[in-house]
């Protein structure tokens, strides 16, 4: 009895402070929430998923049965994804897992960090020069992946991927590009094209 005392308020005032936020929680602050407060995390879930779903329900546009499913089970989903991220290879090597395990799915992730898909699957491939990419685009992916900075940098220097399998008995070289050529090349809007070239490459990645 006298544990289910202490453990009401507790609660109570966990989600009593995530309600104080003028929005619901995104992945990013959900994370940080169920890592705070493990012990609750289903209760935190349920919360930010009923939150969520009202405030779908809220909107100008008429909100079918299946808008709402879908919102709820990518945010289930993404939770259980972050509950299981400590399972993670201490190592990026695969971008793709390493997305998946931090509860996105692609276009969510690239919706995220602000890119396009085409620099995303040429993130996932290392076909990007290290030398050349923004410091602040290795500090958001670092952010969004729930990883460390020095993480994110060592992936970004590891070798290009074949993406494509070749009969030659010589494989071709794969050849990387400057970030800023694909900024330019992508589907993202002018004045997103233009926050990407105004930033400067990272430092600790220059060759």
């Given at each position: 009895?006298?544990?289910?005392?202490?453990?009401?308020?507790?609660l109570?005032?966990?989600?009593?402070?995530?309600?104080?936020?003028?929005?619901?929680?995104?992945?990013?602050?959900?994370?940080?929430?169920?890592?705070?407060?493990?012990?609750?995390?289903?209760?935190?879930?349920?919360?930010?998923?009923?939150?969520?779903?009202?405030?779908?329900?809220?909107?100008?546009?008429?909100?079918?049965?299946?808008?709402?499913?879908?919102?709820?089970?990518?945010?289930?989903?993404?939770?259980?994804?972050?509950?299981?991220?400590?399972?993670?290879?201490?190592?990026?090597?695969?971008?793709?897992?390493?997305?998946?395990?931090?509860?996105?799915?692609?276009?969510?992730?690239?919706?995220?960090?602000?890119?396009?898909?085409?620099?995303l699957?040429?993130?996932?491939?290392?076909?990007?020069?290290?030398?050349?990419v923004?410091?602040?685009?290795?500090?958001?992916?670092?952010?969004v992946?729930?990883?460390?900075?020095?993480?994110?940098?060592?992936?970004?220097?590891?070798?290009?991927?074949?993406?494509?399998?070749?009969?030659?008995?010589?494989?071709?070289?794969?050849?990387?590009?400057?970030?800023?050529?694909?900024?330019?090349?992508?589907?993202?809007?002018?004045?997103?094209?233009?926050?990407?070239?105004a930033?400067?490459?990272?430092?600790?990645?220059?060759?």
């Open positions: 009895m006298t544990a289910n005392q202490n453990r009401g308020p507790a109570d005032d966990v989600l009593a402070d995530i309600a104080a936020a003028p929005s619901p929680p995104d992945a990013q602050i959900l994370r940080a929430w169920t890592a705070k407060h493990p012990e609750f995390a289903a209760e935190i879930v349920e919360f930010a998923t009923d939150w969520v779903e009202m405030e779908t329900a809220r909107s100008e546009h008429v909100v079918t049965a299946e808008d709402v499913d879908v919102v709820v089970n990518r945010t289930m989903s993404r939770v259980q994804a972050m509950l299981d991220a400590a399972e993670r290879p201490e190592v990026v090597t695969d971008l793709t897992a390493d997305i998946r395990a931090a509860g996105y799915d692609l276009d969510s992730f690239q919706r995220a960090v602000g890119i396009d898909r085409s620099i699957d040429c993130l996932i491939s290392r076909l990007i020069k290290p030398a050349t923004p410091g602040r685009l290795v500090h958001v992916l670092a952010e992946l729930n990883r460390t900075v020095e993480r994110v940098r060592d992936y970004l220097r590891l070798p290009p991927q074949q993406v494509t399998a070749y009969k030659a008995r010589k494989r071709p070289e794969v050849k990387q590009a400057d970030f800023a050529f694909l900024v330019q090349h992508s589907g993202l809007s002018d004045s997103e094209k233009a926050r990407w070239l930033e400067g490459p990272d430092p600790a990645l220059q060759e």
